[in-house]
């Protein structure tokens, strides 16, 4: 199930075959969950490009709506313009053990091509690792996770295994949390034109934990509000507690959150244009956050944008010998006239806008985590009553 199974979908641009992050050519995914018990976390993986040329850099740009977050990697794309490393979704206290397997599985793929240090370091590449903080559900040092699930997930990525994005509580959004409902993983996608022959797709993965109840909204309709007040008046709460004493200790991080939203194209834009497309994934996560539970001061909302389209090589010509200042050499590449550009800024908020409400439909079964502590899922029935009722049809 799907948001739009309950009758809604943004929908100025359609979506492609999958409506998934799967949608654009050559990009691939591996998803890992971990369920220890009362702790459930997990890793997902995503391979921009083929296994074969997972090192060929993508064009790329990140924007940041509020900084409490981490994503690595995020200098090297600042002052390159460029990845060319996997990139990982993860717990926050989970960052490091990803980092270091992110590592290995780099260091051993290029031990196996035969590559000499000096061509290591020029194939460098910072992994890009983004977490989000599963706190109220797993604790802090119980979220951390085995370093093997991310090597799996990085496997699972690297064979193209996996056919389809698994939403809601698996991979990195295992046990995150979204307007106090379950949420987690949510990916969609769109497909502009080009108004000739050509088409390009815009794909989107969030991994959702943030947000507070009454600020959800789903197609202009206050539906957190209507189900808040209706939790009242019966006297239940959404989020449960072992210890009432702990609601404000384990209660605020999930409340607050954070997300992380990936945007992968096959079009042509260039870092400059792909930090502007990145930061248009705001519009679609106050779409359905609204001004209050968007970019809070706890949260850490953190956009990155790739293209996957060709890209030249970046490394000189081989007959030219590294020194202290090497001849110049240029190349030539297409681009996305900035006139024409909109269509993609529409495509990246309305994704986003889909693939958060996708993270919310798919965990509607809820999860309970340590010390009893319990977050449901998303109505989606009483949603589903809501949204016939009050959607404007047109």
């Given amino acids: 199930m799907r948001i739009r199974d309950l009758g809604y979908a943004p929908s100025s ?10 949608d654009i050519p050559g990009v691939s995914i591996g998803q890992t969950t971990q369920h220890d018990g ?17 090192q060929t850099p993508c064009y790329a740009g990140i924007s940041v709506l509020n900084g409490n977050g981490e994503m690595t990697g995020k200098f090297q794309v600042a002052d390159w313009g460029f990845t060319n490393t996997p990139i990982l979704l993860t717990n926050s206290c989970s960052l490091g053990v990803a980092i270091d397997e992110a590592w290995k599985w780099l260091l051993d ?26 706190w109220y559900l797993n604790g802090a040092r119980e979220s951390r996770i085995d370093g093997r699930y991310v090597r799996e997930a990085l496997e699972m990525a690297a064979a193209g295994a996996q056919k389809e994005v698994k939403e809601g509580s698996e991979g990195g959004g295992a046990g995150m ?48 509000k209507v189900l808040k007040k209706e939790l009242d008046e019966r006297g239940e709460s959404l989020m449960t507690y072992e210890k009432k004493v702990e609601r404000s200790a384990a209660g605020t991080k999930s409340e607050e ?14 870092p400059t244009q792909l930090q502007r497309l990145a930061r248009h994934a705001g519009v ?36 030219i010998k590294l020194k202290t200042l090497n001849p110049t050499e240029t190349y030539s590449v297409d681009v996305v006239k900035n ?56």
């Fill in 38 to 54: 009362s702790t459930h976390k997990g890793v997902t993986a995503i391979f921009p490009r083929p296994t074969s040329s997972i």
């Fill in 109 to 134: 793929r290029m031990d196996a091509q035969g590559m000499d240090e000096l061509a290591q370091a020029r194939n460098y590449g910072t992994p890009v690792v983004a977490e989000t903080a599963d």
């Fill in 177 to 224: 949390t979204c307007h106090q409902f379950k949420g987690g993983t949510g990916t969609s996608s769109r497909v502009v034109a080009t108004g000739g022959s050509k088409e390009y797709s815009v794909g989107v993965l969030v991994q959702s934990n943030y947000g507070h109840m009454p600020d959800l909204r789903i197609g202009g309709v206050p539906v957190g």
């Fill in 13 to 22: 641009l359609p979506p492609g075959p999958s409506n998934s992050l799967l």
């Fill in 257 to 270: 959150g954070s997300i992380v939203i990936v945007i992968i194209t096959d079009a042509p834009l260039l």
């Fill in 339 to 394: 006139e024409s550009i909109d269509a993609f800024f529409c495509a990246a908020a309305e994704a986003t806008e889909e693939a958060i409400l996708n993270s919310l439909v798919a965990a509607r079964d809820g999860m309970t985590g340590i010390k009893g502590r319990r977050v449901e899922g998303l109505p989606v029935e009483r949603v589903k009553e809501l949204l016939e009722k009050h959607l404007v049809k047109v």
């Fill in 284 to 319: 679609g996560l106050a779409q359905v956050g609204g001004p209050a539970s968007t970019g809070r001061t706890h949260s850490g909302d953190i956009f990155l944008a790739l293209s996957t389209a060709a890209q030249p090589v970046e490394q000189l010509s081989p007959e």
